[in-house]
T-cell receptor
Framework: GQQVMQIPQYQHVQEGEDFTTYCNSS?????IQWYKQRPGGHPVFLIQ?????EVKKQKRLTFQFGEAKKNSSLHITATQTTDVGTYFC???????????????FGQGTILTVHP | EPEVTQTPSHQVTQMGQEVILRCVPI?????FYWYRQILGQKVEFLVS????????KSEIFDDQFSVERPDGSNFTLKIRSTKLEDSAMYFC???????????FGSGTRLTVV
């Protein structure tokens, strides 16, 4: 069935190093969203990508949507301790009729940053 | 910035008891959701609600679960007879569009003992 896989599960970096998390789907996606969850917090919406090959930037964060719309990545340049948290991709699955489907989260990548 | 408000922040209940988790979505949002997250695990979809009816639900959302929008502001999740495995963080979310970004509340930590 439809599913989305996110890797890596964990990433430990030194402050100042770069970080990338990847999200892969077995099927073509209509769009993909990214969320950040701080430790003990709730998911916070970061961005939505819709177009094939789309690249969007938010300060040190770069989001990409693959040409085939089956994968996406989030890259953080020069990590800071404030980047600590879990990063989730999320996609709409099993849409039918008038329903938009279920926004389904990947397993998440837990980022720790050592000062 | 508008927020989704959830109460209580923490609920402890005996197994078999009914619990009601409450949410106040953002006022101009039309789509409402419940998710849950067992400690350290992924965020799992439970149910979506639009135009006063359920639009999607997951296999987790069985007959023990129900949702209601009793008035123009509140959105509730009821678990009729709680089980130990219902212990989790429950997040309410809302969105202005069916396929837009979701705004999540701070969650209710449910502990079933």
């Amino acid at each position: 069935g439809q599913q989305v896989m996110q890797i890596p599960q964990y990433q430990h970096v030194q402050e100042g190093e770069d970080f990338t998390t990847y999200c892969n789907s077995s099927t073509t996606l209509s769009n993909i969203q990214w969320y950040k969850q701080r430790p003990g917090g709730h998911p916070v919406f970061l961005i939505q990508l819709v177009k094939s090959g789309e690249v969007k930037k938010q300060k040190r964060l770069t989001f990409q949507f693959g040409e085939a719309k089956k994968n996406s990545s989030l890259h953080i340049t020069a990590t800071q301790t404030t980047d600590v948290g879990t990063y989730f991709c999320a996609v709409f699955l099993n849409a039918g009729g008038t329903s938009y489907g279920k926004l389904t989260f990947g397993q998440g990548t837990i980022l720790t940053v050592h000062p | 910035e508008p927020e989704v408000t959830q109460t209580p922040s923490h609920q402890v209940t005996q197994m078999g008891q009914e619990v009601i988790l409450r949410c106040v979505p953002i006022s101009n949002h039309l789509y409402f959701y419940w998710y849950r997250q067992i400690l350290g695990q992924k965020v799992e979809f439970l149910v979506s609600f639009y135009n006063n009816e359920i639009s999607e639900k997951s296999e987790i959302f069985d007959d023990q679960f129900s949702v209601e929008r009793p008035d123009g502001s509140n959105f509730t999740l009821k678990i009729r007879s709680t089980k130990l495995e219902d212990s989790a963080m429950y997040f309410c979310a809302s969105s202005i569009r069916g396929r837009g970004g979701y705004t999540f509340g701070s969650g209710t930590r449910l502990t079933v003992v």
